[in-house]
Each structure stands twice: as C-alpha cells, then as structure tokens.
C-alpha cells in the first residue's frame, strides 16, 4: 500500500494502489486540488508535480501528454493528479499554487 505524502501541507494519506492521485487526494478529505473536468484529462486544473515516486505511477498517456503540453508551468516533474494511476511505492506530490 503506497503512502502518498502531499505538499506543502505535508499531509500523508494510506492510499490503495491502483486508484489515480486525485482520487487519494479527495478521499483523504483534501479539498485544495482542483478537478473542474472530473477527471477526463480535459481541464488540467489538477496539474501538480511528483518530486519522488513518479516511476511507480502508470505511464504517461497520450490524452494527458496532449493538455499538458498546453498548460504554463509544467516541468519534467509535472502530471495530470487524475491520470496518474498509483503503483506499490510511496509518492509525494505538490500541489501547486498557480492553478
Ligand atoms: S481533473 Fe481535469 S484534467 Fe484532471
């Protein structure tokens, strides 16, 4: 069970593995990610950065490859929090503030 570590609150949620970051996020009570699409890969409000774990989450696919590149801001470390499929190691993610 992977723990998921979200920043800067340094909050830590027992999240199950194959569910996506938003949806541990949300079900841990954190209201601060944003999701206006419901997580479609369509609005990119849920962007954050994974600064340790990226390698055990799902790959890169190319709906969420297609709006990151259309986003500002976005970095080696960015993701889509909805489609970004948790694997069996601990993750640690940002949520960003230009959102
Ligand atoms: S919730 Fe809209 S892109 Fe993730």
Same mark, same amino acid.
């Given at each position: 069970?992977?723990?998921?570590?979200?920043?800067?609150?340094?909050?830590?949620?027992?999240?199950?593995?194959?569910? +996506?970051i938003? !949806?541990?996020?949300?079900? +841990?009570?954190?209201?601060? &990610?944003?999701?206006?699409?419901?997580?479609?890969?369509?609005?990119g +409000?849920?962007?954050?950065?994974?600064?340790?774990?990226?390698?055990?989450?799902?790959?890169? !696919?190319?709906?969420?490859?297609?709006? &990151?590149?259309?986003?500002?801001?976005?970095?080696?470390? +960015?993701?889509?929090?909805?489609?970004?499929?948790?694997?069996?190691?601990?993750?640690?993610?940002?949520?960003?503030?230009?959102?």
């Open positions: 069970m992977p723990v998921l570590t979200i920043m800067p609150s340094g909050k830590t949620i027992d999240a199950a593995e194959g569910i +996506s938003l !949806q541990a996020i949300l079900s +841990s009570g954190e209201t601060s &990610l944003l999701h206006k699409c419901g997580g479609k890969a369509e609005c +409000s849920c962007h954050i950065f994974v600064p340790e774990g990226r390698k055990s989450l799902s790959k890169i !696919q190319r709906l969420e490859n297609e709006k &990151l590149d259309t986003l500002v801001g976005i970095g080696s470390k +960015s993701r889509l929090a909805c489609q970004a499929i948790l694997g069996s190691e601990n993750v640690t993610v940002e949520i960003l503030s230009f959102n």
